[in-house]
């Protein structure tokens, strides 16, 4: 089945301790997100790939980076995670119908639920 | 006022239940209407879409938008211990997706 998945599944990382949390399609989407949910919270969009066209939400630290190294992979780079990165990240894609606008509908991946210690 | 409120429950029902949810919006730009399912530890799942006014069925759920209201509600009939989860509304344009915070819903047997 067509698919988002994301690697891990749970991470942990020291204080201050680059990582990178990994997003893999093969819904052959042309766009991906990024998400930051913590508990009982909305899903925050952090930036999205509209193909390899990189847009920034206005509010997302400087400390959070991806890169799209191809259609069907995204990864998530949290430079100096500190105590209130810890979240679960979800990666969705959507597809290329109707251009990059937001309106379209999202498939998501099950998330990376990051820890720091 | 957030753009997007959601009441987040929890919501208790018995199995066969008809489950009510709802959100209200505030910008009145938004034309786009979407209702995810999350279970715990899971990603959202996208159960309803619709654009603009009126209803939408799909099996046991219905989505309806009243937009002069700015509100959004799904329906599910005969409510089943398995639809147990956070019912996420989003809306928006072609700018932006905002995401309502999610009502936690519980269906006991």
């Known amino acids: 089945d067509a698919m988002v998945i994301q690697n891990p599944r749970y991470q942990v990382t020291q204080f201050g301790k680059p990582v990178t949390l990994s997003c893999s399609q093969t819904l052959n989407h042309n766009v991906m997100y990024w998400y930051q949910q913590k508990s009982s919270q909305a899903p925050k969009l952090l930036f999205h790939?509209?193909?390899?066209?990189f847009n920034n939400e206005a509010d997302t630290p400087d400390n959070f980076q991806s890169r799209r190294p191809n259609t069907s992979f995204c990864f998530l780079d949290i430079r100096s995670p500190g105590l209130g990165d810890a979240a679960m990240y979800l990666c969705a894609t959507s597809g290329p119908l109707w251009g990059q606008g937001h309106n379209q509908p999202q498939h998501f991946g099950d998330g990376t639920r990051l820890s720091i210690l | 006022q957030k753009e997007v409120e959601q009441d987040p429950g929890p919501l208790s029902v018995p199995e066969g239940a008809i489950v009510s949810l709802n959100c209200t919006y505030s910008?009145?730009?938004?034309?786009?209407f979407m209702w995810y399912r999350q279970y715990s530890r899971k990603g959202p799942e996208l159960l309803m879409y619709?654009?603009?006014?009126g209803n939408k069925e799909d099996g046991r759920f219905t989505a309806q938008v009243d937009k002069s209201s700015k509100y959004i509600s799904l329906f599910i009939r005969d409510s089943q211990p398995s639809d147990s989860a956070t019912y996420l509304c989003?809306?928006?344009?072609?700018?932006?997706?905002?995401f309502g915070t999610g009502t936690r819903l519980q269906v006991f047997p």
């Open positions: 989003a809306m928006g344009n072609t700018d932006k997706l905002i």
């Open positions: 790939y509209y193909d390899k066209d």
């Open positions: 619709t654009y603009s006014s």
């Open positions: 910008n009145s730009a938004f034309q786009y």
